[in-house]
């Protein structure tokens, strides 16, 4: 049989160097390089001046209209009552007993009006005390002023005396210098002429000045009784004034709506006996969302709808407070209540 040899054959690759192909290689790395870099700085300088982007909202939480031009009507709206804008609680003066309730409540009252009465016997006999101890110092004022008076006219007529015994002195003095001149009066009789005018002259002068302190004196103490005097009435009347305000006044023009008082009754000092309003001042109280409070402004304008019409007014005050999710606001009317 023929045999059949199989050759195999081994074939080496051997590698050509080829300086052009890295060149080329080279230069497209550096191209390929320098175009990222471009292309990174010019994103980088681009996303630097971009603005922020404009936050998203909901749909239904966004009013979209035309632009116009003009103010924007904002109206915020709540429920609320009038309420009267001046409202006096009437204390209790001073500690006492209600012995008379004069008048109920719901009824209108004047300022001056008595609605009940208390009592206070230790206030009262006060009262009286300080009505005795101001007639006393009046008493005390007249007898001091005439007895003054009196010590006054004792040293003017003192004076009086004096002046005539210096008049008198006076006369013998020119007389006896006229006769001594004559030789017909000893030198020892003139010289006594002279002492004895010359003496009671001194006297006349002490007894002037004495008068004329004696003024100052009674001036300063008329005055120091006077003074007392004048700050007993001053205590009297306060006294007095305590005991009349126990007769209780509304204080102002209005409705009385509350009275909790019975006859019998003891109050303390400072104790609320009674509330009067003026009906003719209202303001509303209205109650805002807490989400709308921030749009309503102290004195912008606002419309009270009071059931029986519409009146206007102005907001006033806003509570700082937040109660249940809403904030009060007072509201004054300043149009004509129906």
Known sequence: M??????????????IARPEFKLQKRRKQIVIGAVALVVLVGLTIG???????????ERSTVWTDAVKQGPMLRQVRGN????PQITRWVPAPADGRVE??????????RSDQVIAELSNPQMEQQALDSDFQVKTAEADEQNLKVRLASETMAQQAAIATINAEYSQAKLQLDSDESLGKQGLVPDLTLKISRVKVKDIANRLKVEQERLNIGAQST??????????????????????????????????????????????????????????????????????????ARDVQIGE??????????????????????????????????????
């Not at 008048?103 to 009252?109: H, N, R």
């Not at 008329?222 to 305000?245: F, G, H, P, Y």
């Not at 029986?308 to 809403?326: E, F, H, I, L, S």
């Open 80 to 83: 609320g009552t009038l309420v």
């Open 301 to 338: 304008p606002a419309s009270v709808d009071t059931h029986n019409g519409v009146v206007a007014g102005t907001v006033m005050r806003g509570d700082p407070a937040v109660q249940n999710g809403t904030v009060t606001v007072d509201v004054k009317i300043t149009g004509e209540l129906p």
């Open 100 to 109: 008379k309730i004069l008048v109920e409540a719901g009824v209108e009252v």
């Open 219 to 292: 001036k300063a103490q008329l005055n120091a009784q006077r003074s007392r005097t004048e700050q007993l009435r001053v205590l009297a009347k306060l006294k007095r004034s305590q005991v009349d305000a126990l007769k209780v006044r509304a204080g102002i023009n209005g409705v009385l709506v509350d009275l909790p008082l019975q006859v019998g009754q003891h109050v303390l000092p400072g104790a609320m006996l009674a509330k009067v309003v003026e009906p003719n001042h209202l303001m509303a109280t209205i109650k805002i969302a807490e989400t709308q």
């Open 47 to 57: 996303v630097s001046k971009l603005k922020p982007a404009a936050p998203s909202v």
């Open 2 to 15: 023929p045999r059949f040899g199989i050759g195999v054959a081994f074939l080496e690759s051997v590698d």
